[in-house]
């Protein structure tokens, strides 16, 4: 038997516990210095089981490790009893990280010294209990107890738990009697008389569902800002956040950042100018702008535009625009590049203070995990700064030196890089600098300087946490608390920019905007609605966990929004010409038909039906069978919104047998038995060229080697593309400007496309009415 092992059980642990404990190193570790810790407190004699239970809550739950041994004193001096006495204790110290400790605070904090006596127990679970004596009489031990449990600990926050329980089960007993046949049963449901085995329904549930995406902005809303944001620190306490590091200097910095804030949430979000925003990217928006805005606060856009290199003015205008179309406007617009100066000082702040220093090792040299340590780290500080200067002054050659942080990421990762040179002309600053600060370096500088609250980022920037924290203290800054969550992952794409940039120079998508990829860009051409995006993002909501979608939920979104809010018109991709040979008019027809059926307030547009008319080639057919309930040579069929029904008198072929027009009868619906079934059409139709979009890739995952081995160009659907020149589509959608949004009825929904000109429209289909069985 270990000693680790013996030593536990000592304490009173049982032998199974203490193994479980023995295998967690670091578990193992802190419960063994806390029990050393107590033994040297109680001189060596044995530790009573009580004590030792609640010494294991100190090991486990303690968040703030350097007050064990006073909170072990606490315990081992029985001036701690309880569970709720160690609870308020861990609280006290989360609340007040500062030393010195204001022990008369800290005792009224945990009720030390208060004494609950069974007479006061008993006393007020009586008084309670005649609150609740009606219910219990209806209900008997049906009643939940937990209620009256709850309020005795209300009023006496210090009593023993057991003693209470004890106490209530007592006083129920002495009212109701013992347990009868009836209190063993499982309550019945007063309608249907049947046991309740669940109080939840999946109707209450679907219900609470659809009342939640009625609003088109509901992101906002606390319901969707759900998991891991609902345990964000409050404005000015971040040191209530689990790893954040306090030091002499926080809590006035905490102060000051209330003040220049007013207590409001600041978030901002901070993408790279160098491409175009992704799906990814609508949740991290949705996100920043969504929590600062469900909280009565303000979002920053701050382009981190720290590497010029691969900067263009087409990104900036173009991440500013997507923010806007999602329906945010950030509070203020401001670029990395603003606070250079500000930062370059900082830079020489830390080196003054022996905390970064200029080497010469090549990026190649400490690349990895595991480089050489640096042999100019414990440098002069004086050549040091020396060195800098001639870095920012263009005197030492790009890739020459470069100024590295004294510090350790969680990854192992030592030493990381500040700065760097590049004599590359910057977007905005022109050729006044030559070295550059990195992400790593100015990520949380600026996050201080713009008094963020909640610096909200992508799971893999967890790594980065402790250094974010060391560098705001070092350099005695206020310091954002950082908070990681999951990213947005979905299947069957490729959001990589590089990747996609591949994509556009092989000539497999046109550009970034191309409606087969998942751009922001590509999506708004597409057809998706804002609203779809955002509801998508809520669905989705906010976890810590990476985790990949299928497309056809987001799909199933967009049908939501477009249902709603796209005008109905009809269409026509492969027509057959209809002639009427009765027509009953001298004149066109016209008639109203809704722009959206279930919704009046959206109005109605005019379709005419001349004597000549179009329809699809596969609603007809010379001879169907039972099942086709469309136009054949022995069966009529109706006209939607005519309320007419044709039926073949002839077929009129070319010379390869191709139908190429019918000659038909008409007669009013009212004058006929219904037909089968009632068809779209058009008339007065222009001409139109159809986009039809598929998924660009045939896999899941085309980036998985597993999945596709010849890597992702090789997955590409060259047949995902099909284009229809000349698709017939009814004359009431001429002057349809770019991003208008239709539902071709029976077909799909289509939105403009801005290749539109003046003397064709052009169509993209953005999702079919129905998700695709099969391509699901």
């Not at 605070?105 to 945990?110: G, H, R």
């Not at 978030?267 to 805005?293: D, M, S, V």
Request: charged share 30%; proline share 5%.
């Amino acid at each position: 038997m270990s000693m680790n092992l013996t030593l536990f059980i000592s304490i009173g642990l049982s032998e199974q516990k203490a193994k479980e404990t023995v295998k967690n190193e670091a578990l193992s570790n802190e419960l063994k210095q806390v029990i050393e810790h107590a033994q040297k407190i109680n001189k060596g004699a044995s530790i009573e089981k009580t004590i030792g239970t609640l010494l294991y809550h100190v090991a486990t739950r303690s968040k703030n490790k350097k007050r064990n041994n006073f909170i072990t004193e606490y315990v081992v001096h029985k001036k701690i009893t309880s569970e709720a006495q160690l609870t308020a204790s861990f609280e006290y110290f989360r609340c007040n990280p500062l030393d010195p400790v204001d022990v008369k605070a800290f005792d009224e904090a945990c009720g030390v010294g208060v004494v609950v006596t069974p007479e006061e127990i008993e006393d007020t679970v009586e008084e309670v209990l005649e609150k609740h004596k009606d219910n219990l009489l209806e209900k008997r031990y049906h009643y939940n107890t937990g209620l009256i449990m709850g309020e005795v600990r209300q009023k006496l926050k210090w009593a023993d738990t057991k003693m209470v329980k004890s106490e209530i089960d007592m006083q129920v007993l002495d009212l109701l009697g013992p347990k009868t046949a009836a209190d063993m049963e499982k309550p019945k449901d007063a309608k249907t008389g049947k046991s309740k085995n669940k109080e939840k329904k999946p109707k209450e549930k679907k219900k609470e569902q659809s009342t939640d995406e009625k609003s088109e902005r509901e992101y906002t809303s606390m319901k969707q800002l759900c998991g891991e944001a609902l345990r964000f620190h409050k404005t000015g306490e971040n040191y209530k956040t689990e790893g954040y590091v306090v030091t002499p200097k926080t809590m006035d910095l905490l102060k000051q950042h209330l003040k220049e804030t007013n207590g409001e949430v600041r978030t901002r979000f901070p993408p790279e100018p160098n491409g175009i925003l992704h799906i990814g990217h609508a949740k991290a928006i949705n996100f920043n702008f969504g929590y600062a805005r469900a909280h009565g606060g303000k979002c920053n856009l701050r382009y981190d535009d720290t590497n010029p290199e691969k900067e263009e003015e087409k990104f900036f205008v173009g991440i500013r625009e997507i923010i806007e179309w999602l329906g945010y406007k950030p509070w203020k617009v401001t670029h990395s590049s603003d606070f250079f100066q500000e930062l370059y000082d900082f830079a020489v702040e830390l080196i003054k203070r022996g905390d970064a220093y200029v080497c010469h090792q090549r990026a190649d040299e400490i690349k990895g995990f595991n480089p050489p340590d640096s042999p100019w780290r414990n440098r002069p500080i004086e050549e040091s700064l020396q060195l800098f200067e001639d870095m920012r002054k263009g005197k030492i050659d790009e890739g020459d030196a470069t100024l590295r942080m004294k510090t350790i990421l969680e990854e192992g990762k030592k030493d990381p890089v500040a700065y760097r040179i590049k004599f590359t002309p910057h977007h905005r600053s022109g050729n006044d600098w030559c070295i550059y600060p990195t992400y790593d370096y100015t990520h949380c500088l600026c996050d201080s300087i713009e008094n963020i609250s909640h610096s909200l980022c992508t799971k893999e920037f967890q790594s980065r946490r402790s250094s974010y924290y060391w560098l705001c203290n070092a350099l005695d800054l206020y310091c954002p608390v950082q908070w990681e969550y999951g990213r947005l992952n979905l299947n069957y794409t490729v959001v990589s920019k590089r990747k996609i940039g591949k994509l556009i120079s092989q000539g497999i998508v046109s550009d970034w905007d191309d409606p087969r990829l998942f751009t922001l860009t590509a999506l708004r051409r597409r057809g998706f609605p804002p609203e779809a995006i955002n509801r998508f993002c809520a669905k989705v909501g906010v976890t810590m966990s990476q985790v990949s979608f299928d497309p056809s939920m987001l799909d199933a979104c967009v049908r939501d929004v477009l249902n709603d809010t796209a005008t109905r018109v009809m269409s026509v991709f492969d027509p057959i010409k209809i002639t009427i040979t009765n027509f009953p008019s001298k004149k066109d027809l016209e008639f109203d038909v809704p722009n959206i059926p279930h919704d009046t307030s959206k109005g109605t547009h005019k379709v005419r039906l001349s004597s000549t008319l179009f329809i699809e080639q596969s609603d007809f057919a010379e001879t169907g069978d039972s099942n086709f309930r469309r136009l054949t040579k022995e069966q009529p069929v109706g006209l939607k919104y005519a309320n007419l029904v044709i039926s073949v008198e002839s077929v009129v072929k070319d010379q390869s047998g191709k139908v190429k027009e019918l000659k038909v009868k008409c007669v009013s619906v009212t004058e006929t038995e219904k037909p089968k079934a009632f068809i779209h059409w058009v008339s007065e139709a222009i001409k139109c060229e159809v986009r039809l979009y598929e998924r660009l890739f045939r896999h899941q995952h085309p980036e998985d080697p597993a999945e596709v081995p010849g890597g992702f160009i090789t997955d590409c659907d060259k047949d995902s593309l099909k284009i229809i020149p000349d698709a017939l589509v009814d004359l009431s959608v001429k002057g349809a400007k770019v991003y208008d949004k239709f539902q071709f009825e029976r077909n799909g929904f289509y939105s403009v496309d801005p290749d539109t000109t003046d003397k064709k429209l052009i169509f993209n289909r953005t999702v079919l009415l129905k998700e695709d069985s099969g391509k699901k």
